[in-house]
């Protein structure tokens, strides 16, 4: 069974940057998409960033086009979402998600296994 670990949330004021982590024990890690998923109370799990399997494409929400930043360590397992400029309209259970395949895509069906999440919390 894949595990996905994410972490580095917190508690943030507006404005300030963040950087979430997501270690992935699938062996062949380097040959699948990774995403970042968000969802905030009471609302449905929304699409943030997704990355292909070698980082050379990225895809994000509008949301968050320009502040974020989705990365990967092939070496390390290791996918991350550098997070600037944040908003409290950015609180949310952050969730990482690696892909069926090695293409990026923003839709949750294509991605095969989820991590537990991590709570960011962007205070005014």
């Known amino acids: 069974q894949v595990q996905l670990v994410e972490s580095g949330g917190g508690l943030v004021h507006r404005g300030d940057a963040l950087r979430l982590s997501c270690l992935v024990s699938e062996r062949t890690f380097s040959n699948f998409a990774m995403g970042w998923f968000r969802q905030a109370p009471g609302k449905e799990r929304e699409f943030v960033a997704t990355?292909?399997?070698?980082?050379?494409?990225?895809y994000y929400a509008d949301s968050v086009k320009g502040r974020f930043t989705i990365s990967r360590d092939n070496t390390k397992n290791t996918v991350y979402l550098q997070m600037g400029s944040l908003k409290p309209e950015d609180t949310a259970v952050y969730y990482c998600a690696i892909g069926r395949t090695g293409t990026w895509d923003y839709t949750e069906s294509h991605y095969k296994y989820w991590g537990q999440g991590t709570q960011v919390t962007v205070s005014s």
């Open positions: 990355i292909n399997w070698s980082g050379s494409t990225t």
